[in-house]
């Protein structure tokens, strides 16, 4: 069955520094998509980042980087020179289009909080 | 472009009484999904519309819910009766990927907080 591990449930970093947070899933399949999303206090979920099982090289997307380790099943989201801004709920999530259940599953989520 | 919208952004209601939650998905969106967020918990997915019709409800979590998506437009979540578990942030979503994509990127509102007191 699918499911996404997030084993942080709170992180607390020093403004401009570079923080890791973890992500852990499982699936049967070959063919799968993982996500991140944050939420920030206003509520509303944002898309940070996207890596496909396929893809060769992990994703990047500004200071966001995607540590794709398809062996472990882990899909850490790295956030490198951590800026004020960046405290909110992160949620990873995947999607497994070819399961009978297709639809994106997400963990509990990661509450980083950036001391300036 | 309008985002999707949610609406209300919180109700609170007691034990028994019925609430309605709506959701207008991005113009053009075919999926539409309903998940919940009890606190401290992980995002639950509900349901999953792909025009009017209901793809996928394994999610919701008793015959006191109940979702409609009348002409493939926006979307309601009826809770009747709302007993205190049903607490939470409701999340809509919608995406415009079709068939078998992994990268199905979610739009997602910013939630209705439902207080059952």
């Known amino acids: 069955a699918q499911k996404i591990t997030q084993t942080q449930p709170g992180m607390f970093v020093q403004e401009k520094e570079a923080v890791t947070l973890d992500c852990t899933y499982d699936?049967?399949?070959?063919?799968?998509?993982l996500f991140w999303y944050k939420q920030p206090s206003s509520g509303e979920m944002i898309f940070l980042i996207y890596?496909?099982?396929?893809?060769?090289q992990n994703a990047t997307e500004g200071r966001y980087s995607l540590n794709f380790q398809k062996a472990r099943k882990s899909a850490n989201l790295v956030i490198s020179a951590s800026q004020l801004g960046d405290s909110a709920m992160y949620f990873c999530a995947m999607r497994e289009p070819y399961s009978s259940a297709s639809k994106i599953i997400f963990g509990s989520g990661t509450r980083l909080s950036i001391r300036p | 472009e309008a985002g999707v919208t949610q609406f209300p952004s919180h109700s609170v209601i007691e034990k028994g009484q019925t609430v309605t939650l709506r959701c207008d998905p991005i113009?053009?969106?075919?999926?539409l999904y309903w998940y919940r967020r009890v606190m401290g918990k992980e995002i639950k997915f509900l349901l999953h519309f792909v025009k009017e019709s209901k793809q996928d409800e394994s999610g919701m979590p008793n015959n006191r819910f109940l979702a409609e998506r009348t002409g493939g437009t926006y979307s309601t979540l009826k809770v009747q009766p709302a007993e205190l578990e049903d607490s939470g942030v409701y999340f809509c979503a919608s995406s415009q990927v079709r068939g078998f994509a992994t990268n199905e990127k979610l739009f997602f509102g910013s939630g209705t907080q439902l207080s059952v007191l």
């Open positions: 113009s053009g969106h075919d999926n």
């Open positions: 890596q496909g099982s396929y893809d060769e």
């Open positions: 699936t049967s399949d070959q063919s799968y998509g």
